[in-house]
């Protein structure tokens, strides 16, 4: 009897963790058997493929990062290149979720780029895009940019195109990881763009003389702060991403709480918004 109920113990814990889908990689669960010994036993390794279809539900309710740069855009805000993410950060993303993140920061850049007719950090910043591809092994998602990078050269001289290309490209890379193997790496893409995208806002509503148009725009991301951190609950079941979901929470609470952003509260929020990004860029 005392080994049926450690194993319905067992079961139990097991059955709880591939529910939840945020297991840590090595955790071990601690219980108490009939005789009042202890006993544990160690779930398994976060595996996002396990979990692809519930990662890719929150990721369609994400709203796109690049949606961000067109707000600017029409609220009239200037583009500041110093805003950015330094082409040379690339050689500080040493690991795979380094390497992830940084993707969607560059290419959040990509679009703020191509919105505002800047040929010249469009090209740049994909290149960053495709490199981090690349590193990463995502053979598809290579094929894409090489598909369009003729496209991008010859439309350089035409800001209307490159700003329609980049959208192409970012649809087609979209339906291809919401099929694709690395559902993991795509989670991390979009809490990338998001956060760089959340960084750029904030910054342009800070410097901003007229604050209201931005602030509104603010005030508009409510939805996509509460998904993103759906997204990073789960994705912080690997061990990797846990340090980022730990610095990017107070972002998090700070837009549940706040039903309103008004421009005092730019001091609270903007440094969050920066510590948050500076732990991925670090």
Do not use: W
Not at 45 to 52: A, E, G, M, Y
Not at 264 to 274: A, C, R
């Amino acid at each position: 009897m005392k080994k049926c109920f450690l194993l319905e113990m067992i079961a139990i814990i097991l059955v709880s963790v591939v529910l939840s889908g945020c297991n840590r990689s090595g955790k071990k669960v601690k219980g108490v058997t009939s005789d009042g010994k202890e006993a544990s036993v160690e779930v398994g390794v976060f595996d996002p493929v396990k979990i692809k279809n519930q990662i890719v539900e929150i990721i369609q309710k994400v709203p796109k990062g690049t949606e961000i740069a067109n707000m600017l855009n029409e609220a009239g805000a200037s583009y500041i290149f110093d805003l950015t993410v330094p082409a040379e950060k690339i050689e500080k993303m040493m690991t795979t979720t380094q390497k992830a993140l940084g993707m969607g920061m560059y290419s959040f850049d990509t679009k703020y780029a191509a919105v505002y007719k800047r040929a010249d950090m469009v090209l740049q910043t994909r290149r960053n895009v495709d490199q981090l591809s690349s590193e990463l092994g995502l053979e598809e998602d290579m094929a894409i940019g090489k598909k369009y990078i003729d496209r991008f050269e010859r439309n350089k001289t035409n800001p209307d195109s490159l700003d329609y290309l980049t959208t192409q490209m970012s649809n087609e890379y979209h339906q291809y990881m919401m099929q694709g193997e690395h559902p993991d790496i795509y989670a991390l893409g979009s809490i990338g763009a998001n956060i760089e995208a959340l960084h750029v806002l904030s910054q342009m509503t800070l410097m901003a003389k007229d604050k209201g148009k931005l602030l509104a725009v603010m005030n508009n991301q409510n939805e996509r702060v509460q998904t993103l951190g759906t997204l990073l609950e789960i994705m912080s079941g690997d061990e990797n991403v846990k340090p980022y979901y730990e610095t990017i929470q107070p972002v998090i609470r700070f837009f549940e709480e706040k039903k309103s952003i008004s421009v005092d509260d730019l001091n609270t929020i903007v440094p969050l918004i920066e510590k948050a990004r500076g732990s991925i860029l670090e």
